[in-house]
């Protein structure tokens, strides 16, 4: 599973050897979102939490959901 977040700073994507529920992933967002003070911060607590490690950007790479930082809104892209 790849999820990417995305701000206005910036894409990073993580990998997750997992499969992840939408509304999990929204619950864990929300929770981590009200401590941290930044999307560095964030990124590094959802990759502690969930264990994701960081790749790199892959041009034909299928997210499997996006986490927009600016709008904390969360999807899934539609292909």
Known sequence: MIIEIDSYFGSVLLVCDRTLKYTDLVKLYQE????????????????ERL????????????????IDTDTDRIYKPIY
């Open 51 to 66: 264990q994701l490690s960081e790749i790199p950007e892959i041009a034909e790479c299928r997210v499997d959901f996006v």
């Open 32 to 47: 981590i979102k009200i401590s941290c003070s930044n999307n560095e911060e964030l990124t590094t607590m959802l990759k």
